[in-house]
């Protein structure tokens, strides 16, 4: 375990508070968060230089010295090397070292080797750390943003669509990263080596100096200009591309309008217009693009034709001195280069500043929730109570329409209030306000005395509770999925396992807090046991085993159970329960005579209702190695079938199933059911067996080509007797897939370790369900109601050894599906009264959240509901605020509020309004 | 485990489907699910929405009719009957329950199958029409005898 001295308390103050506005300026940005780290590398690229230059100068005097022998006349000729004399002297500080012509060539090269070194691992550790500072920042830049989304005001987001958001979070910014490590070493170096130059060139010659210098700075004034064109389409490309990704989000949630209504030829065609209008857009881009490539080339070879033809006209006149050209075109020659990349420099950073400003554009946005709201908060939040205050609250939509005016509302917290009225009669949005879902636009709310708006969502995230109508719920477990609502801040630490985690764990909090991002931990326990009236992990199971029977959801949650994929090693206790329960269905079949109702899975005996696929690997796929068809394929699954000569059998049999299925299905209509039921291929690849039958039926495996091969060697791997009844199966084959599997399973490799469970009559194989655990075998065919039967069985058998809770506790497992829609709404209406009543709130807001039930459940739940706010099992009592779908529930609350044209038309009990003949009593009448 | 071809030979016996040819049979063989019943179990119940014919292969079983508080026998099924084709044509409710009166092995034919295979082959059709007939007859043979009766009491 490995804190910082201060704990917690300091972790929550480097919690960084990210400013609403967005800097404009890319530069000034990069430049605030890593100038030390600029100058740094500034440094390091100019230490760098001197061994540059060196290892840059040291084959000449390679060449020049010992290899063609200069100062080296008479072979026992030595030189001085080394010599240091203080500079601008004659005084001799180091006589040097006197080498031979040999010894000289192996001190330059050892030197040229030792430089190549030295360079190598300066550009080794510039790259690393220029690589790395882009990382960083880039890691920075999208925490912020998302941190803005996490606190943008409600409304923005009916007019952001997700897919542009994250295309904006995870591509646009993409580019930043490589350019953040160069944004200011690239130039100052660049421009420092062009100034030299251009330097150089002046003390050689004032004129073609001039000349060189007059043609940078065209280049420099004229170039930025033809660019603000490129800039401007650059911004469309950027533009029309977040698009694109905006669409095609759009068609991927919107599927089953589109399906239904046969319009995916319409939004077929509008994605083909899209994608012309950016290709047009682009292809504009790259011309200007390489036309502005082309006068900058045209003006770097327009200065020596300058220099050529004014030089040598000079030089013709005797103006000039020749040497001095000569010097001059040399050192333009160095001159290009630098200028040109400076030119790539300037591109680069008006592509990433635009693609930058596009990016803050959409994320600076006004009213921003305060960070400070959001603050981690990892005290606990006392109980709200109280008053609710509402004064001449108005609610307007974007465009101004009015949805609330002048309503004002006083009651208790824990009053049970129900709210009346059709849509858009302002009862809906009501509720969303006192939730924090929708701005007021004038008016006062409080609660308990402080502004709804000031209060930090700490306190109104954590004590009112909220369930919508949409039910949507993130992707994940059952359990997480209700857990959600209860992790606000890092509670308790996590504990590092061993030396190796502490030390990644410490060097992810320096780079946590190197990039700007929060220290808060993910895998701390976030879990806030206490607010759920629990004290551990145990007792919180529990607890949700009861809210799920609180919302009638404990058989669903039994019926997941059976369905869920639990691994053993998450819920040891599960698995050995289940080996106890696969033991008891065994004797029961046995002693009931049901015996042959089951196929149970026997390492030594082939499973007749399997296919030939299972009983050859036997067991269930859990990666994509060993599924679907492909299986028969993989290099390991291939070797096997090789070296245990079944692959020559399967193949023949491939070819028996092919024939068979052309002899019986050729004439058969491709849309007869029965293809779906033998589901060896499509019918439309019927063509293509038969022609392959007609040309390799009777070559024979050795000597048919390895596609035809592949083609026929799938089939038997999904053939089973019962169910295909070809008749293929003979001992002898039965015998060869039994000995192939022991091959299969004895030499398993190591690293595909985790591609399949086998089955193992003493283990629980976490690749299958629950239910098939118990079962362990296949139902057999033919027999009557077998699978009914055996259901029942095993329900009988896990209720008698008391395993209910368990398999429902596997059933929290259950993943929900992305949005939740492996659940019915229903079900998930149910889930999101359970997430909001699992954190105790002293609030309870339901926005016409059971509209998914039918009406005798909306009732039951609603007065379960009613019963636990009034603390009817001892627990703190608690209010309600609750859009009622049927106005006559209504009658079971304390008081109701009726909402009509955006205005609240009547306050009062339940009774007291039935009474006095208003809007209320004609509604329930 | 029973080939194709025996069963093949198990549908051939059975007079409604005498004049398929034996590929056809095959694929009926194919399309259909062979079911074993234990003694006493239900094939298939009164009232129940039918989505299956079935052929009688081999055992015999009875045809039970629910009234208010008894239930009554009406009839024996044997090898190569067909039953339960009334719910699958005119998609009504099961209007009798089939027991097993002994060990009973039957071939299921789904409805999706049953009509195709009446619309493939007029023979089967008009089999069927026969089978239905007969019973249409002996109902109203029945029915004019209860009548009958009733009349005779008074």
New interface residues.
């Given amino acids: 375990m490995l804190r910082p001295p201060g704990g917690y308390a300091e972790i929550m103050n480097d919690h960084p508070l990210i400013p609403d506005a967005m800097e404009a300026s890319l530069a000034r940005y990069i430049w605030r968060h890593t100038k030390a780290q600029q100058v740094w590398i500034l440094a390091i690229v100019l230490l760098s230089m001197p061994t540059y230059f060196l290892a840059l100068d040291l084959p000449k005097r390679i060449v020049n010295g010992p290899i063609q022998g200069r100062g080296f006349e008479t072979p026992d000729a030595t030189q001085n090397f080394m010599t240091i004399t203080l500079p601008y002297t004659d005084i001799v500080l180091f006589d040097g070292v006197e080498l031979t012509r040999m010894g000289a060539l192996a001190l330059l090269c050892a030197m040229f080797l030792t430089l190549v070194c030295v360079n190598g691992l300066f550009k080794f550790y510039i790259n690393t750390y220029k690589g790395r500072l882009g990382e960083r920042m880039l890691r920075r830049l999208r925490y912020e943003l998302v941190d803005r989304v996490l606190r943008f005001p409600i409304p923005q987001f009916r007019k952001l669509k997700a897919s542009e958001v994250s295309t904006m979070v995870k591509d646009e910014v993409e580019p930043l990263g490589g350019f953040i490590g160069d944004a200011f070493v690239l130039p100052v170096f660049l421009g420092g080596q062009a100034i030299t130059a251009l330097g150089f060139i002046l003390v050689q010659n004032l004129w073609l100096g001039g000349l060189a210098a007059g043609i940078v700075i065209v280049q420099a004034v004229f170039i930025p200009r033809l660019r603000r064109i490129l800039i401007k389409l650059a911004k469309q490309r950027q533009l029309s591309a977040r698009q694109l990704s905006g669409r095609v989000g759009e068609i991927v949630e919107g599927i089953s309008s589109v399906r239904t209504n046969d319009t995916s030829n319409w939004e077929r065609s509008e994605l083909a217009s899209r994608l012309g209008k950016i290709f047009l857009i682009r292809y504009e881009y790259y011309q200007k693009k390489f036309f502005i490539k082309f006068i900058n080339n045209f003006l770097a070879q327009f200065t020596p034709f300058l220099f050529y033809s004014v030089g040598g006209y000079l030089a013709i006149r005797g103006n000039l001195d020749i040497g001095q050209l000569v010097a001059v075109i040399a050192a333009y020659k160095d001159l290009p280069s630098p200028v040109k990349e400076l030119i790539d420099w300037d591109q680069q950073r008006v592509d990433v500043q635009v693609k930058y400003s596009q990016v803050t554009e959409q994320f600076g946005v006004d009213n921003m929730v305060d960070a400070k709201l959001q603050m981690p908060d990892k005290a606990r939040i006392e109980s709200l109570d109280g008053r609710i205050e509402v004064s001449n609250l108005a609610v307007m939509d974007d465009s101004g329409a009015k949805l609330i005016e002048h309503a004002s509302y006083s009651g208790a917290i824990n009053e049970k209030v129900a709210i009346v009225g059709g849509v858009n009669s302002g009862a809906e949005t009501f509720v969303d306000v006192l939730a924090r879902l929708i701005p007021a636009s004038s008016g006062s709310i409080q609660i308990n005395g402080r502004q709804l708006s000031s209060l930090p969502e700490a306190i109104t995230g954590r004590r009112i509770g909220y369930a919508g109508s949409d039910g949507f719920l993130p992707q994940s477990s059952l359990e997480d999925s209700i857990i959600y609502t209860l992790r606000h801040a890092p509670l308790r630490p996590h504990v590092d396992q061993s030396p190796e985690d502490e030390h990644k764990h410490a060097l992810e909090r320096r780079e946590t807090k190197l990039s700007g991002n929060t220290p808060l931990e993910y895998s701390d326990d976030w879990i806030d046991y206490e607010s759920a009236g629990v004290s551990n992990e145990d007792e919180l199971t529990q607890h949700i085993l009861k809210l799920l029977k609180f919302v009638e959801l404990d058989n669903d949650v039994h019926d997941l159970g059976l369905l869920a994929i639990v691994d053993a090693e998450e819920f040891p206790e599960l698995a050995d329960s289940i080996l106890e329960a696969r033991r008891k269905m065994r004797d029961k079949l046995e002693e009931s005579g049901m015996s042959a109702h089951v196929e149970s899975f026997d390492p030594e005996t082939y499973n007749a209702e399997a296919t030939i696929g299972e009983n050859l690997f036997f067991g269930r796929p859990i990666g994509r190695e060993f599924a679907d068809a492909a299986a028969y394929n993989h290099p390991y699954a291939s070797r096997i079938l090789k070296d245990t000569g079944l692959d020559a059998k399967l193949y023949a049999m491939g070819i028996e199933i092919a024939r068979t299925m052309h002899e019986l299905f050729a004439d058969l209509s491709p849309d007869d059911p029965l293809f779906d039921q033998f589901s060896f291929f499509r019918p439309e690849e019927m063509g293509n067996y038969q022609g392959a039958l007609s040309r390799h039926g009777e070559t024979g495996f050795d000597a048919a080509p390895g596609d035809i091969r592949a083609m026929f060697l799938k089939l038997p791997f999904s053939y089973s007797e019962p169910k295909h009844r070809f008749g293929l199966m003979t001992e002898d084959l039965r015998q060869a897939i039994v000995d192939a599997r022991h091959a299969f399973r004895d030499n398993y490799p190591e690293d595909l370790k985790g591609a399949i469970a086998f089955y193992d009559p003493d283990a629980y194989n976490n690749a299958s369900s629950v239910e098939d655990n118990v079962i362990f075998g296949r139902i057999a065919s033919g027999i009557a109601e077998a699978p009914e039967r055996i259901r029942a069985l095993v329900l009988e058998i896990l209720a008698g050894m008391g395993l209910d809770d368990t398999i429902r506790r596997a059933g929290l497992y259950f993943d929900i599906g992305a949005g939740g829609k492996r659940l019915s709404h229903a079900q998930r209406q149910k889930i999101s009264i359970v997430r909001a009543v699992v954190k105790q709130p002293d609030l309870l807001i339901m926005n016409r959240a059971l509209g998914g039930l039918d009406p005798r459940m909306q009732k039951t739940l609603l007065e379960r509901i009613i019963a636990d706010a009034t603390g009817s099992d001892g627990k703190a009592p608690y209010g309600l605020l609750w859009v009622v779908s049927q106005p006559q529930l209504a009658e079971l609350f304390d008081r109701v509020l009726v909402f009509k044209d955006g205005s609240l038309v009547e306050d009062g009990k339940p009774g007291e309004l039935k009474a006095k003949g208003g809007h209320f009593a004609r509604i329930v009448a | 485990?029973?080939?194709?071809?025996d069963?093949v030979d198990l549908l051939r016996r059975v007079p409604l489907f005498s004049q398929i040819d034996t590929?056809k049979l095959?694929?009926l063989?194919?399309?259909s699910?062979?079911?074993?019943?234990?003694p006493g179990?239900v094939?298939m119940r009164q009232g129940d929405t039918g989505d299956a014919a079935f052929v009688i292969i081999n055992g015999e079983a009875e045809v039970v009719i629910h009234n208010a508080h008894e239930e009554q026998v009406v009839a024996h099924l044997g090898r190569n009957d067909i039953v339960g084709e009334i719910a699958i044509l005119c998609d009504v409710p099961r209007t009798a329950t089939i027991r097993a009166s002994g060990d009973l092995d039957v071939l299921k034919i789904t409805k999706?199958r049953f009509i195709?295979l009446l619309s493939d082959f007029p023979a089967v059709s008009i089999g069927v029409m026969r089978v239905l007939a007969d019973r249409l007859a002996r109902t109203t043979q029945e029915l004019y005898s209860a009548q009958a009766e009733l009349a005779a009491k008074g």
């Fill in positions: 485990m029973s080939s194709i071809m069963e590929a095959k694929l063989a194919l399309a699910e062979r079911l074993r019943y234990a179990q094939v999706d195709r």
